[in-house]
Every structure is written in C-alpha cells, then in structure tokens.
C-alpha cells in the first residue's frame, strides 16, 4: 500500500497510457469495419467497438490530465500530500474502468454518445470527480498568488463536475418530454465537456512550457490571462455551432456564431508567435516534451482553421453530418490533447534529456504526425464526397455514396494502421523506459 | 501581470458563471414547441422510445439532424417511410447492419421516437435557406 500511493499522478498517467494505447486498437479495428462491413458484425460490431474506442480515448485525456496536474502540484508545492485521498481517487476510476469495459464486452449499454456505458457508472466518475475538486481545493489553498495553469485547472475541474452533472439531466422523463429540448441539452454538455477537459489540458501545457524555457513568468502574463479568459467564454457558450441545423431558439444558433468568431483571436495569436516559436524550437528541439508542444501548435492551427470555417453556419451547412466533422474531432483530440499530454507525460516520467536519445522515439514521433496529416486527409476526401451527395439531385442511394468513397477509405485504414504503429511504439517505449529506471534507481538504493 | 488586474480575475470568473447558468436555465425550462411539421406520436412512448435507441446504441452508426455515426444514414425524417421499412431492416439487418432483436414493443416505442424527430422539421441540407447574415434556417 505505501509504495502504491507512493505517487499517485504517475498511477494516474500509467493508467493513462494504457488507455491511449487501447484507444488506438479499438480505433483501428473499428475503421475496418467500413471496408469490411461484416467484420465482427454478428459479435462485438461497431456498436461496441466505438464506444470502447471514445471511451478509451476520452479517459485517456481525463487521466492523464489528472496525473499531470498531481504531478505538477507536487513540483510546486514541493511535498505530496493527501496521499490516501489521490489513492482513492485513482481507485474509484479503476474500478468504473473495470466495470464500464465489462458492461461493453457483454453487450450492456444504454448511455448517449461518447458515453455509452450504462449511467449507474457515471456515479463512480462523479464521486472521482468530486474527490479531484476536494484535493485540489486542499492543495492550491495555501499558493497566495495563482498563476494562470492553476486558474486553468481549477476551471476545468469545477465545469467539468457541473457540465457531467447536466449530460445526464436525460435520465429525469422531464427533459425527454421534447426531443429538441433534449437534443439542445445533450450538445450543449457535449461542446462544454471538451472545454472543460481543454481547461486541463491546456493549462498543463503553460506549465510543462513553463518549466522548460524556465520563464517563470507565463504563469502571469496578461496576454496568457486574456487568452485564458477566452476560452472559459467559448468554453460556455460557443456550443450552439454543433446545433446549427436543429430547429431549436434562434438565440442559440447566433450566441454560437457569434462566440465563435471570437476564435480570430486565437489565430491570428498563433501567427504572431510563430517565429518566436522557430527560434526556441532550436534550443529544445531534441527534447521531446518540447517536441510534442510544438506539434500540438502545429495541429491547433490546422484545427483551428476547420473549425473557424465550420463556425459560419452557411459553410457549416456543406461540412456538417460529413466526415469533416470527425476529422475535426479526430484532430482535436489526437493532434492538440494527446500531443500536449505525452509532452506532459514525457515531461514527468522520463524528464532526463539522456533518455530522449532513441531512435525508436523519432521514428513514432514522426510516425504520428505524417500518419496523423494522411488520416485526416482522408477524412476529408470522404467529407467532400458525402457532401457532394447531399446536394445532387436525384440523389443515389447511401450505399452508393459509400462505395465512392471507397479509395480514401482504404487510405484511411492504412494510415490508421501507421498512427497506430506509431503511437504503440511511443506508449511502450514511455512505459518500459520509466519502469526500466525506476528499477535501476531502486537497485542503487539498496546496495550498500 | 499589471497589479490592479489580479483582482478582476475572479470577478470576471463569477460574471462569466453567473451569465453561463442564466443561459443554461432558460434552455432547461424552454416550454416551446419546436415542430414544423404536423405528425401525431406518442408522447410518453417516444420518451421511452429515445431510451431504446440508446440501449441499442443506434447512434454509433445512424445521425439525428447530422450528428452521430457514419456507417448508415440520418434517420431523423425515416418515420416518414412507414413502420414497416424500419422493423425489416431491424428484423433483416444489412451487410452492415447486425439483427437487432428488439421486443415488439421497443420497435413500437423506437417507432414512436422517429416520428417525433420528424415532427421536428427536416434534416435534409437542401431545405435550408441562407441568411444574409450567414445564418441558416428551415
């Protein structure tokens, strides 16, 4: 028991990693299917494939977001404390892990998109959750001056609680009484919830940025504050922009538009920083926290433009219900959330310079990017496809559209294929080099 | 950071939370009827009918106004080709769709569901029309 609650951020980024890479096998298998529709069709299907896959990928973000804030909170504060707390806290998550991936192998279902599990789980999550805002309250109450990560982290924790509380307003028959009402709910708290995990996320990259170019001073930038005020606005209310084409309030569709324009700020941000970026990319290029914060730049921009343009609802109208759609979400969470957390991962498990010297770990880097590009590629192609098909007229039957995109479906199981070949190799080499040193160190400790 | 903005940072926090529950508030206690097309359903049965959608995870593959899977088609305006088109394919399946064992009464109730996503107004693109402004309506 004392040496498990030892550090409980790296339990918690651990587990994360098994996750990410369990996520990527439930992704790969499930991309199949649309080649070989009767692959596992009478068993599992894509019906439990893609809920193992979301859900892997979702708690991927959400554990490894967890261990990094714990693990930062120990390099500030320069103590552990509240071991036993962050013990539960981790336990309660492996035990709605185990009991929401058995309820998938046995074919019990019965949640809403990206969270399928049956809702009883979402109780386990809830109390995880809770216990996560009662530590960090515990641990940052005696930092006198919040830097901005710690703003970051404090709001993705509370909206993260409050908006998991409302994806499940379902369950009361008064908010199924109108299907609308429902639907503006249930999307709502699915836009919000990303935000809120973002706030996690992002606020682990100033800090893990921080700590590399050791600018202490991030952390309270004015620049770094208004950019975060920002993002809480859009966190809240740009929402409506998945809701353009249900008939729902007005309000709600120009609140969205309108919030969502607001985004400019972002780009034109990141294009201004870009040749400051360049020239820090020099100094720290071989080290690969670094390495993956600058992907993650890279991948926000190019997010960030589809998402400006899926923003204005006259264009939203040819992309949406398309898969540009996905390679929104897919970019989302695999180019800007994972690459920031293996920064972090990388930063807290393997924090030496001296390990980053492998081959191995260029080849999957690498291999994840370029991977990561063709796959949304192609991705795209299919949206271009589908979206072509909405408007023609007469128009042929789905199955038909399906079979023109036959091409770029079969790019998009070859590319899935190489990222996740790529991101195995990341997450065994992270696992197996972090266990490798931590033997080697425990070794030298207990000889005389 | 200039001194003087430390203190507005948690003012402009609770400002932002404060307008964020007003809004959400007004969505939760909405009593509009958002229909534009004069269909008949069940009311209590389509409540459960949105259950068994879920429990069958229908979304993995299906979309509702364009959002969910992409295996098989939008089925928002679907109750418009009648009970029988659906409960072949759920009692047939596809090459890509499994055999959906559905009780009599969950296909009913599924049944009742669509039709009260049809009743909501079309998801079809075509029958948008484009704002000035950029907007889009039905």
């Known amino acids: ?448 | 950071m200039i001194p003087c903005m430390s203190r507005w940072i948690p003012i402009t926090f609770v400002l932002l939370s404060a307008a964020f529950l007003v809004f959400s508030w007004s969505i939760y206690f909405d009593e509009a009827i958002y229909e534009n097309k004069p269909a008949e359903y069940d009311a209590e049965m389509q409540k459960q009918g949105r259950l068994v959608w879920q429990k069958y995870n229908c979304h993995v593959c299906h979309q509702l106004y364009g959002l969910g899977g992409f295996l098989g088609p939008d089925l928002t305006n679907v109750s418009e080709k009648g009970f029988y088109y659906l409960d072949a394919f759920l009692k047939n399946g596809t090459a890509s769709m499994p055999i959906f064992e559905l009780t009599e009464e969950e296909t009913q109730q599924l049944f009742e569901f669509l039709k009260a996503t049809n009743a909501s107004g079309s998801s079809n693109p075509k029958d948008y029309r484009k704002l000035w402004n950029g907007m889009i309506e039905q």
């Open chain 1, 1 to 448: 028991m004392k040496k498990l609650n030892a550090n409980t951020g790296n339990l918690f980024l651990i587990t994360a990693l098994v996750l990410f890479m369990a996520s990527v096998v439930f992704g790969f298998l499930g991309s199949l299917i649309y080649r070989y529709p009767e692959f596992l069709r009478d068993s599992i299907g894509l019906s439990g494939l893609r809920p193992m896959h979301v859900t892997a990928a979702i708690f991927w973000i959400l554990l490894a977001a967890t261990g990094a804030v714990y693990r930062s909170l120990e390099e500030i504060a320069k103590q552990q404390n509240y071991k036993l707390l962050q013990f539960i806290h981790w336990a309660l998550w492996i035990v709605a892990i185990i009991g929401i991936y058995y309820a998938y192998f046995t074919g019990n279902f019965g949640g809403r998109e990206y969270w399928e599990y049956p809702p009883e789980f979402a109780i386990i999550i809830g109390l995880a959750w809770m216990l996560f805002l009662i530590v960090f309250i515990l641990r940052v109450r005696a930092i006198k001056k919040w830097p901005v990560y710690i703003w970051m982290w404090l709001t993705g924790i509370v909206y993260f609680l409050f908006i998991f509380i409302e994806n499940y307003l379902w369950v009361i028959p008064y908010f199924r009484e109108s299907f609308i009402k429902d639907m503006v709910i249930q999307w709502k708290a699915t836009g919000s919830i990303v935000g809120a995990f973002n706030m996690l996320v992002y606020g682990t990259a100033f800090y893990v940025m921080e700590r590399i170019s050791k600018q202490a001073n991030t952390g309270f930038n004015n620049w770094v504050f208004a950019l975060f005020f920002l993002s809480f606005f859009n966190m809240l209310f740009n929402w409506g922009h998945h809701l353009y084409l249900v008939p729902t309030n007005p309000t709600i569709h120009y609140v969205g538009y309108i919030v969502s324009m607001t985004e400019w700020v972002f780009f034109i941000k990141i294009l201004y920083n870009w040749k400051s970026q360049v020239t820090e990319a020099e100094a720290y290029y071989h080290y690969f926290p670094y390495r993956f914060l600058l992907a993650a730049n890279f991948w926000l921009f190019f997010n960030l433009t589809i998402a400006l343009f899926m923003s204005v609802p006259v264009i939203n109208l040819y992309m949406h219900g398309t898969h540009f759609i996905t390679a929104h979400a897919m970019g989302t969470t695999i180019g800007i959330n994972s690459m920031i957390l293996l920064a972090a991962v990388f930063y807290f498990l393997l924090p030496e310079r001296k390990s980053h010297q492998s081959r191995w770990l260029k080849i999957g880097f690498w291999g994840a990017q370029v991977s990561l590009f063709v796959f949304l590629m192609a991705l795209m192609a299919m949206g271009v496809v589908k979206s072509l098909w909405f408007f023609e007229a007469p128009q042929a039957p789905f199955a038909e559209m399906m079979e023109r995109s036959r091409g770029w479906i079969v790019l998009f199981i070859i590319s899935g294929l190489s990222l996740m070949g790529s991101f195995l190799l990341l997450g065994l080499y992270l696992i197996i080099t972090s266990f490798r040193q931590k033997a080697v160190s425990l070794k030298k400790k207990l000889e005389p």
